[in-house]
């Protein structure tokens, strides 16, 4: 029995126009046009029908009347979904301005009956499995022309007709859309004929129908024969006076004279079919872009929206959208950029021969008068407004999985609304609220649904606060419902979820990713089962690294404990096991590895550095410092008595981190190691305080002499200073580790320099530009050489520094430097060479070390040519034009511009050499 949807009014149909021609009236539309829905809105005002009959699953018609909620607004759409398979689904969009919805909406309101008369769901979900074009679970099901069905591999090979494409290359367009705009959404109806449109496209329908048949759609003769079905039955309930909404497609299959009832009851016979449900759920403009309901492949939804809501003026009413978005962009925008900007859209149309500006010629006044001719606020305005981010709206009484129910529940309580743009979030979890906003996202992710991806939080890194971005999009309605299986609750679903795939996982490091998740997101009840499973798996797990990769997330969980209040003495356990196992077994499994094995264990490595500086301290245990180590372990491979042990346990050292070192030192020292895992294992240590420099330039020089073999040597390279960020600014700090580096790379052999290049490229290459610009500065002037003394030629320098200082740059920072400090004379008589104080004026305070003019000497005994309190400058020398001594220092002369060493006599005047010129001149 048919379901008639009609709404509470109690008006009754006006009659019909006399003038309006014999009934069924089909109207052949194109779906989501707003053209086509003004046409439909028309033609139904005029004719009056006494039933409507719209293209769709017929089980929808029970949730017809709820398209006259106030609480209903679209885009919204029918979702149909096999009752014991959710993930099997298929949707039907309807926006604003589809014909479709108006038809509907027509008829609510005119308390005319409304019916579905496409395929019924229970068969097209049948045959979209039946034709082996099934797809992922959630995924829309949009077919060519409203069914809500995809065609398969097979269907887009016969799909070679596309009508507004054969239509608009009749008439001499080479767009398909820019066809159909002319001709029919540019059109004005105003006083015209409501059905000319229609009998217009039904004749050219027919005539694309009588050459090409069914286009391809192989599956469009069998809904043809039940639309015809449905309509016999409508036409002898109400007669003639039946208006039918449909795709102009099948306008010419239901026009004339019909074939048999019993030849199209033969074409229904023995399809499959499925037990489905529907229901309405909310769509977005942006879901209508990327593929359309109805195959109509509608670009710009928001531009199609504006044209059915705009009243009068499109274009002027756009432009003034325009404006508003831009000025809250804070671009500058006025009313004369509006009028310049439709001035220009409308002449555009008419150089092109078109009768009303489209979105073409709008798009291209936009960027050139409101967005001075760039496309980056043109973006922001196709993406805010030619798209637009609408998020539907559907009204309680939809019936849903309780599951949804509860979310929806959840989601008012927590005040997190759906919202179809992007949204960021920043939770601190130590505010309820925010807490329980995050155990709902962990949760709903957990059981497939997205809605929130995590992000970076501004400002802390804390464990307590988390960062989350927001966006709700319409398949995960089909999440919902699909997870509807585990649970009526999101708590009772997720804490199921998480027991299963518990009961069900292989590898270790999914059990403890998802012992992670049950902690985030607050499942008591499944941790204790994720807890058990975790523990049998990791006692018969021997490969270290599967031990390795489960390691981090068990150390990252243990930080919850405190900010979420869970207790974690169950998983500081097991993490303190997994800890220990790796710490005997990493050592024998670094040695034969390839390169990309050695590449992956580095990786673990680091991994397991940094689980084990968390898990440290929740297994309470000491912390050795740089002093329980010796700077040098020792001669040969073995480590030294004071050093770690063979099982990588140190004397005098306690606790997993203690044990942990000794893995790395034994990593280090063994040559059998792959040599991006011991410099790995090197710069580890160096950087916890556990590796002295020289023993670092020890193990370098080791790794880098000219035995090895040039690959390993790049590996150990790669290994010690690559990788990590801020690995380049070791070599920068400490020249005799560049001058290693440096040696050993111009002393590698031509034919193996080819092979180590890559390597090499990729470790420096990772660097900041700012750190390959000063290694390059310092490896042009020549680094210091090994053991840390100066090249042979080079004066002694800071590292990082030039080999001298630069006089004329020194005297320009001075009187910054007194005016802040506030130990100096006024700028102005200091700022220049050979400004004097003015009579009268005392001496300046002494300055700290550092502060004297480069070049200007001091006495001998004085560090850095500065005075000190009262003791007087050299006799005979004049006074210095900077008068920098301190009060009680009598100044009576000053030496030659050379500088002196503490404690030592004066050295007669040196000459600048002419390459110190064209070096600080190349500086």
């Given amino acids: ?80 979904h096999v009752r014991d398979d959710p993930g099997r689904a298929a949707f039907w969009p309807l926006a604003e301005f589809s014909p479709e919805w108006v038809a509907i909406r027509w008829a609510l309101a005119h308390e005319v009956p409304v019916r579905f008369i496409d395929l019924p769901a229970a068969h097209s979900l049948a045959l979209r499995d039946e034709e082996g074009t099934e797809e992922t679970a959630g ?126 009851r033969a074409l229904l016979k023995g399809l499959p079919k499925v037990r489905a449900e529907l229901t309405w759920v909310p769509w977005t403009h942006r879901r209508l872009a990327r593929r359309s309901g109805y195959g109509a492949g509608i670009d710009s939804p928001g531009w199609y929206g504006h044209l059915f809501g705009a009243a009068d003026r499109p274009v002027v009413r756009w432009m003034t959208k325009v404006a508003g978005l831009l000025r809250e962009e804070d671009r500058p925008v006025s009313s004369a950029h509006v009028i310049e900007a439709v001035r220009l859209a409308e002449s555009l ?123 709700w999009e319409p398949e995960l ?25 518990a009961a069900s996982a292989t590898a270790l490091a999914d059990i403890t990713a998802l012992a992670e998740r049950c902690l985030l997101a607050g499942l008591p009840d499944a941790l204790p089962v994720v807890m058990r499973a975790l523990a049998d798996r990791a006692a018969l797990d021997s490969d270290v690294g599967h031990l390795a990769q489960a390691l981090p997330a068990l150390a990252r969980t243990l930080r919850y404990g405190d900010v979420r209040g869970t207790d974690t003495a169950a998983l500081t356990e097991v993490a303190t096991g997994l800890a220990e196992r790796i710490c005997v077994g990493l050592p024998p499994a670094c040695t034969g590895l390839d390169g990309d094995g050695a590449a992956e264990m580095r990786g673990h490595v680091d991994a397991v550095h940094t689980a084990v500086g968390l898990l440290d301290g929740a297994a309470q245990d000491t912390d050795t410092t740089a002093a329980d180590w010796p700077d040098a ?49 090197a710069r580890l240590l160096l950087d916890d305080g556990r590796l002295g420099e020289d023993e670092a330039a020890r193990l370098m020089g080791l790794a880098l002499s000219a035995g090895t073999v040039p690959a390993d040597a790049a590996a150990w390279i790669e290994g010690f200073v690559g990788g990590a960020a801020g690995s380049g600014m070791l070599l920068i700090h400490d020249e005799r580790l560049l001058g290693l580096v440096d040696t050993w790379l111009t002393g590698v052999p031509p034919d193996a320099f080819t ?91 002494s300055a700290p070390d550092g502060l004297s003019r480069p070049g200007t000497p001091g006495t001998p005994g004085t560090p ?17 034009p900077d008068a920098l001594s301190t009060p009680g220092t009598q100044d009576t002369s000053s030496t030659p511009d050379t500088p002196s060493e503490p404690d030592t006599p004066s050295e007669p005047d040196t000459p600048d050499r002419p390459d110190d010129h064209q070096e600080v001149a190349a500086r």
Avoid at 14 to 35: E, I, K, T
Avoid at 158 to 182: C, Q, S, T
Avoid at 658 to 664: D, E, I, M, Q, S
């Fill in 1 to 80: 029995m048919t379901t008639t949807a009609t709404a509470p009014s109690g008006t009754e149909p006006p009659a019909p126009d006399a003038r309006v021609p014999q009934g069924p009236w089909l109207l052949g539309v194109r779906h989501h046009g707003p053209g086509s829905a003004r046409a439909v809105r028309d033609a139904l005002d005029a004719a009056r029908p006494r039933a409507v009959l719209v293209e769709g699953p017929p089980e929808g018609d029970a949730l017809l009347p709820l398209a006259a909620d106030p609480q209903m607004r679209p885009p919204v759409a029918l979702l149909a």
């Fill in 864 to 880: 850095d040519g500065l005075s000190t309190p009262g003791t007087p400058d050299a006799p005979g020398t004049p006074s210095t």
């Fill in 477 to 501: 309605s089909v999440r919902v419902a699909e997870a509807g299986i585990w649970g009526t609750t999101v708590e009772a679903a997720a804490t199921a979820k998480a027991q299963a795939q």
């Fill in 633 to 681: 372990p020792g001669d040969g491979p073995e480590a030294p008595a004071d050093g770690p042990d063979a099982s990588g346990a140190g004397a005098g050292t306690t606790g997993l981190r203690g044990r942990w070192a000794g893995v790395l030192w034994r990593l280090a020292e063994r040559e059998a190691v792959a040599g991006v895992v011991r410099g790995r294992a």
């Fill in 349 to 471: 149309a008419v150089l092109r021969g078109r009768p009303l500006a489209g979105l073409t010629e709008t798009t291209d006044a936009v960027r050139a008068v409101l967005c001075d001719g760039s496309d980056v606020p043109l973006s922001l305005v196709h993406d805010r407004l030619v798209v637009g981010d609408v998020l539907g709206e559907v009204p309680d009484g939809a019936p849903v999985v309780p599951l949804q129910r509860d979310l929806t529940r959840q989601q008012r309580t927590l005040r997190l609304k759906p919202e179809a743009q992007d949204r960021e979030l920043d939770l601190d979890l130590r505010k309820d609220t925010d807490a329980a906003r995050s155990r709902l996202l962990h949760r709903l992710r957990l059981l497939g649904v997205d809605w929130g991806e995590r992000a970076e939080t501004r400002g802390s890194t804390g464990t307590f606060r988390e960062g989350w971005r927001l966006r």
């Fill in 139 to 264: 995924t829309e099901e949009e077919a060519g022309d409203g069914t809500g069905e995809r065609p398969g591999a097979a269907d887009l090979d016969a799909l070679a007709v596309d009508p507004l494409a054969v239509l608009a290359g009749a008439a001499g367009y080479d767009d398909p859309e820019r066809w159909w705009e002319d001709m029919v959404e540019h059109r004005d109806g105003g006083g015209g004929d409501p059905f000319a449109p229609f009998d217009a496209v039904a004749d050219a329908m027919g005539a694309l129908r009588q050459e090409y048949g069914d286009g391809g759609h192989r599956r469009d003769p069998v809904r043809e024969a039940y639309m015809r079905i449905q309509l016999r039955a409508a036409k002898k309930e109400f007669g003639d006076e039946v208006a039918v909404v449909c795709g102009a497609w099948h306008v010419p299959a239901l026009a004339g004279k019909p074939p048999a009832l019993t030849a199209d």
């Fill in 755 to 845: 092979d180590v290049l890559p390597l090499l490229r990729r470790t420096f290459s990772a660097y900041e530009p700012g750190v390959r610009r000063t290694l390059g500065e310092l490896v042009r002037r020549g680094p210091a050489a090994p053991g840390g003394r100066p090249a042979a030629g080079a004066e002694a320098a800071a590292p990082g520094f030039g080999p001298a200082l630069d006089p004329g740059r020194a005297d320009a920072v001075l009187p910054v430097l007194h005016l802040l400090l506030g130990i100096g004379p006024r700028p102005e008589a200091t700022a220049l060479p050979g400004a004097h104080l003015p009579p009268g004026t005392p001496d300046a305070p």
